[in-house]
């Protein structure tokens, strides 16, 4: 999500009026005229006599309605109510939208461009924390699935940050989807988590909130969307092309957070980080650095893992004949295999009490498969969401 969502008309012919209808109802349209009408009027929020309307048919059925469907997106391409692009958007690509408002003092200090990179950063942070969390459940993922989960997101086309401190980002459906529940999960999970510790000052709640898709990484997001702000509240709204997913709310009610959640956000993080555990690991990898000290002894070694655990690249200190036996695998180019403890603390990104270090011999067939999986998991997403 680093570009603004592109405008793409479109096309009248294959547009689907009960989608736009529900996109202008979603973004507080007036609908004018008798609910079992052939046509319907719509005009924009708190437009008076006169102003722009776009008139759409209750469905294709009618000889006009590719005619009237054509004169409603036109006149929503050169509409200057905000929110017409964003139902473009959400008209031509299928998606679930996510919007973003902040309530921003009067007065503040901050220049209007830094204001607008930080709800950037802060709502892309939101929704990593999501996809992170569709791949595994954990309350810090630290550099765990980081690369393939950041892959991913380069799918959600985003609007631009209006000055209301507004955003909206669209996650495309069938393939997003599952990113787009989970975070419906952990907001109000966090938010009935927080209430809780403000009742009986217990944090017991966020554990349990885990499983929901609540982690150091959302908490952590969430504190940097409320931070300078009166409030911040989030929506989301199901694709009206596919409806939301089964068991969950038609109509999700936004959620709410303030300034006074912000220590509790932060003690939750913190928590959540402390009390992730190490994971004992069995690793192969090809190292990439070497380095110590003195020419005899102990060492420091920069690993690209190729099977293993869920990050791609780690650090591990190695003993003399270790450190030996790894030098010499990356002289005659094999990877090397070895256990230990890959380490929560710093993020998953050092193994610890390293042993059994001993060369791969594979065959190139073999060492080509994990070199191509690895980078096949960037896919995972797409695959596992049918898209």
Known sequence: MNHPAPMTAPDPATADPAVLSALLARHGWQRHGATAARYARWTPPGTGPGGVSLLVPRDRSFPDSTDLLAEALQALEHSAAPSAREILVGLAVPSDEIRWEQDLPDGTATPAWAAAEQLRGAARSLLLAAVLAVRERAGYHGARHRRQAEAELERVLVGPVSGAGRLTAFVPVPAGRPAVAVLHGALQGVRDAIDY???????????????????????????????????????????????????????????????????????????????????????????????????????????????????????????????????????????????????????????????????????????????????????????????
């Open 197 to 387: 510790e403000r009742a009986t000052g217990g944090m017991e709640t966020f554990d349990a909130a885990v499983q929901l898709g609540v982690c150091s990484e959302l908490t952590g997001a969430l504190v940097s969307l409320i931070r300078g702000t009166q409030g911040v509240r989030i929506s989301l709204g199901w694709a009206p092309a596919t409806g939301g997913p089964a068991g969950l709310s038609t109509r999700p009610e936004p959620v709410h957070f303030s300034p006074g959640d912000l220590e509790t956000l932060r003690i939750a993080g913190r928590r959540y980080r402390r009390d992730e555990p190490s994971i004992p690991v069995r690793i192969t990898a090809s190292v990439i650095r070497m380095r110590r000290d003195r020419p005899n002894g102990p060492g420091r070694v920069r690993l690209q893992i190729l099977a293993g655990a869920e990050v791609t690249a780690v650090r591990a200190t190695l003993d003399e004949e270790a450190y030996r036996i790894a030098g010499q695998a990356h002289l005659v180019g094999l990877p090397i295999r070895l256990s230990g403890r890959l380490e929560s603390r710093g993020g998953f990104r050092r193994v610890t009490g390293v042993d059994g270090v001993t060369p791969v011999e594979l065959e190139e067939a073999e060492r080509d498969r994990m070199l191509k999986s690895l980078h096949e998991n960037l896919d995972f997403f797409e695959e596992a969401c049918g898209g």
